[in-house]
């Protein structure tokens, strides 16, 4: 279980390692693309949960997953659009797709109750590690205005998904 | 000047207004980037509230004591009416780390 959950972890915290190796902080066209990344990742596991989940309250947290990610990249990409801004492909965010997909397969493999705790607390450990990113790299390197204030709100949201699923991990115990 | 045309009005108003002190009042607790504010309301058993929300996304009014349950879609105002007196901690299901406080007097 440690090294199911250590893998969205280690692919974020690349975020630290690229940009030192670099020596630069991202860039908000990378910054966006990577937030967006995230959401669409939570968005493809919650949807998969949807279907799979047999537990009443983890289908809900998945359904209010969707919901509210599919919010969040609505207004990032209304952002975009307005600084003119495109998006850009970078290391971190294709680590983290690349690491989502192994997830999501090995996540698909399990069944009934045994996925809904894994579902549960994998999206625990994604939550945290895509906060912590969000405090320590992503807001601190937002250059924009904007870009930084959509970026904290996306951090006060997923800090209610973290405890959210923190709630619901401990019902199925 | 007009203003003679209004005292009638305004004085009707006002002894309206002190002759029914008991009269609900409506509140209004908005929810803006995650946050319900004012954070901590002081009413009445009887008055109405209008939880105005302000974000995108979906919210609840959650009382932990289970007094009221109230679903706050996104850019909607909904109203309840208080029924039981208490200092009320309330919190969203969908973010718990939206918390306020509602005291209802009796």
């Given at each position: 279980m440690f090294i199911r959950l250590s893998a969205a972890i280690a692919a974020l915290s690349l975020l630290g390692n690229a940009a030192l190796a670099q020596g630069a902080k991202p860039t908000d066209p990378q910054i966006a693309h990577i937030a967006y990344t995230a959401g669409v990742i939570d968005i493809n596991a919650a949807k998969q949960a949807i279907a799979k989940a047999s537990n009443k309250d983890v289908k809900s947290f998945a359904q209010d997953m969707v919901r509210d990610h599919e919010a969040v990249n609505k207004q990032a990409l209304d952002l975009v659009k307005k600084l003119k801004v495109t998006p850009e492909d970078n290391d971190t965010s294709k680590t983290l797709s690349k690491q989502a997909t192994e997830k999501l397969a090995e996540l698909d493999k399990l069944k009934g109750a045994e996925y809904d705790k894994a579902y549960v607390a994998n999206e625990v450990a994604y939550h945290k590690a895509v906060n912590g990113a969000l405090e320590t790299q992503l807001i601190p390197s937002a250059s924009n205005a904007e870009l930084k204030s959509l970026l904290q709100t996306g951090l006060k949201i997923f800090q209610g998904h973290q405890q959210h699923a923190e709630q619901v991990a401990a019902k199925l115990k | 000047m007009r203003w003679g045309c209004y005292l009638p009005v305004m004085t009707a108003l006002l002894f309206g207004a002190m002759a029914a002190p008991a009269r609900a009042a409506t509140i209004q607790i908005a929810t803006t980037d995650l946050v319900f504010a004012p954070s901590e309301v002081s009413a009445k058993v009887g008055d109405t509230v209008?939880?105005?929300?302000?974000?995108?996304f979906a919210h609840t009014a959650t009382a932990r004591n289970g007094d009221f349950d109230v679903m706050m879609p996104p850019k909607k105002t909904v109203t309840s009416v208080l029924k039981k007196a208490g200092t009320i901690e309330y919190y969203c299901r969908?973010?718990?780390n939206m918390k306020a406080v509602l005291t209802i007097a009796p």
């Open positions: - | 209008e939880w105005i929300n302000k974000d995108v969908f973010h718990p």
